[in-house]
């Protein structure tokens, strides 16, 4: 049998890549060109694990994944959060004053605008960060830098420039990790947790409100609420959640039992582990 697989999209060196070796270094990670291709290689079972980015610290949430987290039938079994570094890198014996052009996706542009203004260079469009590094791997040139995590310029045979170049020090990504188990393990009973779930709130009066009443009188913590359109249709009900604790507390389950009576769909995606990184933060 050959080794554990871990899909994710992007190009191997993106920050993706970065993750699944941080979190799940015994598993192979495997690059989709998008996240539907990293949905279905869960889905197949040609991986056991998807690790898919769902929100950050400055960008927001990643809309396409909650889009297709509801219906594709897979489970969230752990969460990763990854602080964000550019670097700029380029190939070897290039100096930071050869550099006329900077290749990189437009969100890293935008995250490095204190370290490239004073350069005085050219932006020049990638798909994604890692792309830009296989770019110059792929053809060098003398003239040209890329902005993308280090884990790429060991891979395409870069050498880093400037370390650490982005504006905001706080940068992070929230990942999670997916199986397609339809009943994965619940986690200890002695780890706090997280639940994550969708719903849609049934079409009367003040029914968002009569749903959520339940969760403050029993006293759950809900960090997340969020509204999705669905089929193109200008109407908020339906909604991504999450909460700290797992259904089986107490106070969650009263919490979902009223949330049930105002919504005509609920939909449990994942109890799993809360990343250690909450409390540190």
């Not at 040139?141 to 706080?170: C, M, S, V």
């Amino acid at each position: 049998m050959g080794n554990k697989r871990i899909s994710f999209q992007g190009e191997l060196g993106a920050n993706s890549h970065e993750a699944c070796s941080a979190a799940l270094p015994d598993y192979e990670p495997i690059p989709c060109a998008t996240f539907e291709d990293a949905f279905d290689a869960v889905k197949s079972g040609d991986c056991e694990l998807g690790m898919i980015p769902v929100e950050n610290s400055i960008a927001g949430r990643v809309a396409d994944v909650h889009h297709l987290l509801p219906h594709s039938g897979l489970k969230v079994i752990a969460e990763h959060f990854k602080p964000i570094h550019f670097h700029l890198m380029a190939n070897p014996g290039t100096r930071i004053g050869d550099v006329k052009t900077v290749i990189s996706m437009p969100f890293a542009w935008g995250q490095c605008r204190r370290f490239l203004r004073p350069l005085g260079v050219t932006l020049e469009a990638a798909s994604d960060t890692a792309a830009s590094a296989r770019i110059l791997g792929d053809h060098p040139d003398p003239r040209k830098a890329a902005i993308a995590p280090a884990l790429a310029a060991d891979i395409y045979g870069l050498e880093i420039l400037a370390r650490d170049i982005e504006d905001t020090r706080n940068n992070t990504t929230r990942f999670v990790v997916l199986t397609a188990e339809p009943d994965p393990a619940p986690p200890p009973a002695d780890v706090a947790c997280v639940t994550s779930f969708v719903f849609r709130v049934r079409n009367l009066p003040a029914a968002l409100y009569k749903a959520l009443g339940g969760f403050a009188t029993n006293g759950v913590n809900m960090t997340k609420l969020e509204s999705y359109m669905e089929n193109g249709v200008f109407a908020a009900t339906f909604f991504y959640s999450e909460v700290d604790g797992r259904p089986d507390d107490p106070h969650v389950a009263r919490a979902f039992e009223e949330l049930g009576f105002f919504s005509e769909q609920f939909e449990i995606l994942g109890v799993y582990p809360a990343d250690p990184f909450r409390n540190e933060a």
